[in-house]
């Protein structure tokens, strides 16, 4: 955390930084920016910290600072292209870091992150070519060898797969545990290419294990985090406050755990031009929810009382339009898949009491697998264990069952099993319900369903005796399982 002088101009980002008051630090930040001081180098100091608390339309403008300040120093713009990145601004990415490939074409970091751009604009051919150089000067490069595995498809007498399982034997205890869980993960996808499910279940068994030595989950921390939301969200508390927030019926939400398809949604349903989407990383409803403090009744209620022009629940509201606006422009709907909905699901509900809320629920033993079985690139420390998945699953519904009490009218209830068995009907009817364009949003499923697919219904069948711990932690979790 920094310590800033008396005098530091950093000093009230710094004391937000200290309260964790997300709202405060954004508004630090921005004044900042209007102040017109020179930071030099110190803006990479502001940027580390927005990275954190999501404000990515802020965190675009200080890297902005950052590269016309410190130009000669290529961090900068590494920095400015990971910032267009987490807005999903991935072509002004692109072309932030080319000049920097094109200085030093051999460089594996860059041709790290470039490959990952390319990745996620769908260039698998140009990402592949990266992923190679970068590997060309370290065999053991696990992020280059998962960037590799995403952007092809694996074949028997590959030699691609017999360097990975190479490396893999090679990765010994100087390598971290962090690694060698990412070269696992890539193994696993390279033999469910092949159809060997049983060895790719036993490589993501061995991945999620190794992963989890680098990121432990504090559970009894997230499961005391529910216990005061629900504590506080209840029909005494939202009826009391029905008639305050902002009414704008233009964020749909997309509540749904990992491997639900919530991005793959997103991205269908603002398939039209004056429709946007929200990355799935996004944390601008969290950070716009500051001034209801940790979300006790206690602190919500000092803020409901506090003296303001208007209603808190009222202000939080115009404060998520407004950064989302700042990110998508004047669009008439936007779609969010943010991955904290369904902690935020009771403020939403208050706050815009116009907004919709889309649930996707999958079958419970292909969610866990299909969760263990991906490394997720935002922290997602709950992912590598079955009993961290379970509990965390039960979780999540509790809260979602709670936001559907309190909210019903507001809520689609959506199969993943229907999504991908039925696209196209199942698209329209939620794009119905959403208020944009039904023909426009079939056509867009209808040519990307093969991504959805990549992840079928029935996906725990190829885990054999690997899901049997998932099978273990989802009934001790309180599941019932057919």
Known sequence: MLQPAHDDPLAALSRAVAREDLQGVSHAARALLRSGGRLGSRWSEVAGILNETGDVACLIDVCKKLTEEVPSDPQSFVWLASAYTQGGAHRSALQTLQPLLAASPRDPGLNRRVGRILLDMGLNNEAQVLFRTALGAD????????????????????????????????????????????LSYALAKAYDDLGEYELAARRVTEAAAFYRMAAPFNMDQHREGVRRILEVYDAGFTGANEEAGLID???????????????????ILSSENDVGALQRSNALFWMSASPLGDQTRDHIQAALSAPREDNVLTGVGMSYLGYARELLGDVRRWIDPTSLGEMAGGAIGLCLPAARFVRIRREPLDQAWAILKTRFLRARFWTYHPDDIAQTLALHNQLMDRWEALFPDRILNVAYEDLANDTENEVRRIAFFAGVDADEA???????RPRLLADPPGVHERAGSRITPVREALTRAGFTLS
């Not at 092809?152 to 893999?168: I, S």
């Not at 079939?442 to 990307?448: E, I, L, M, P």
């Open 442 to 448: 079939a056509r867009a499923a209808d040519a990307a």
């Open 139 to 182: 065999s053991l490069d696990a992020l280059a060898w998962e960037g590799l595995a995403k952007a092809r498809t694996f074949t028997r007498e590959d030699d691609d797969l017999a360097a990975l399982e190479q490396a893999r034997v090679s990765a010994n205890e100087a390598v971290s545990a962090r690694d060698r869980g990412i």
């Open 249 to 267: 019926s233009r964020p749909v939400f997309i509540m749904a755990p990992p491997a639900c398809g919530a991005s793959w949604l997103a991205g």
